[in-house]
Structures are given as C-alpha cells and as structure tokens.
C-alpha cells in the first residue's frame, strides 16, 4: 500500500514542477485477480460471431477494438485524446 502512495506522490510532484507540460494519467485499480484484464490495444471485435468457430476470420480481439484504451481515444479524443 505504501508503494501505491509512493508512486502516485511522485507522479503528482512530477505534475507540479512540469506546469508547461499536460501529461495526463490513468491509473487503473482492481482486485489483485484484475492482472491483465486492462486492456491497452486490442479489444472486442464487433464481428466476432461466438456461434462460428474462432479462426483468422472470427477473431474475438483485434488492435483498437471495442472496448481498449486506442479506441476510446479515437472515439472521444476531446476526453481521452493528447
């Protein structure tokens, strides 16, 4: 737990003495079984068929689907975006 505190101490001193720069942060918290549930680039495929057999034609993820970071910031980037 202190290193949480440590980290997010040093991120927001990092913040503070670089004013003329914007860096936005995600800071992602989950239960210790949420390790790797967070997805950055691939997310869901809105032409998975869950009735087909998964193959190179129905894939469940792909980079930038539905659901990852990259695809919220294409969608919102007013919200999420540089």
Do not use: T
């Not at 809105?46 to 993820?61: C, I, L, M, T």
């Not at 990852?68 to 919102?76: F, P, Y």
């Amino acid at each position: 737990m202190k290193l949480i505190y440590s980290v997010l101490v040093f991120f927001v001193s990092l913040c503070c003495s670089a004013q003329a720069a914007k860096v936005k942060v995600f800071i992602l918290a989950g239960q210790s079984n949420m390790v790797g549930h967070g997805k950055a680039e691939e997310g869901g495929n809105p032409a998975f068929d869950p009735k087909r057999p998964q193959g190179k034609d129905n894939v469940r993820e792909i980079p930038g689907g539905l659901g990852s970071m990259r695809a919220m910031i294409q969608e919102n980037p007013a919200k999420f975006g540089p």
